[in-house]
């Protein structure tokens, strides 16, 4: 009976240091899973702004790209210089283009550097495109035209 009594001394009291383990054990869980929330909700945050910037990014470089377009098509439209000239600015849906032109001597030349004949009148044009009719420009775009007729 002595035996008996000693081993079921022993099962309640492992069974006590066991209990009292899992409380510990529960309560240290609970830590675990508040710092791991802590930790996925940072995580989530900054992937939440990577994917905000990246969309944001997404829609600067299409509207460049439409801007681009728009520029290339006006000076495509023009052959001369003075063609631009009458149409020194426009709309096109949302955007707004701005023609500026400059005479300027142009001097052609060969790939060694040698003149090829003199310099030939013709005009810088820059095209600005922005949103807004006088808004800061998304591109600028400048190439050279030249004159049907010198300035």
Do not use: C
Not at 9 to 22: D, I, Y
Not at 54 to 68: L, M, P, Q, W
Not at 111 to 124: D, L, Q, W
Request: overall charge positive.
């Amino acid at each position: 009976m002595n035996r008996l009594h000693t081993a079921v001394h022993r099962a309640q009291a492992s069974k006590g240091r066991a209990g009292s383990r899992r409380k510990g054990r529960l309560g240290f869980a609970l830590l675990e899973a508040l710092v791991a929330m802590a930790i996925a909700s940072i995580a989530l945050a900054t992937l939440y702004r990577s994917v905000g910037q990246g969309s944001k990014n997404v829609g600067d470089v299409e509207a460049r790209v439409e801007a681009t377009l728009l520029a290339r098509s006006v000076l495509a439209g023009a052959t001369y210089a003075e063609d631009l000239a009458q149409t020194a600015s426009g709309q096109s849906g949302a955007w707004h283009w701005v023609v500026h032109t400059a005479p300027e001597q142009v001097q052609i030349a060969e790939e060694g550097g040698r003149p090829v004949t003199s310099p030939i009148s013709a005009a810088r044009v820059t095209i600005d495109i922005s949103r807004a009719k006088g808004g800061a420009p998304v591109v600028s775009w400048t190439t050279w035209k030249p004159w049907r007729t010198a300035p």
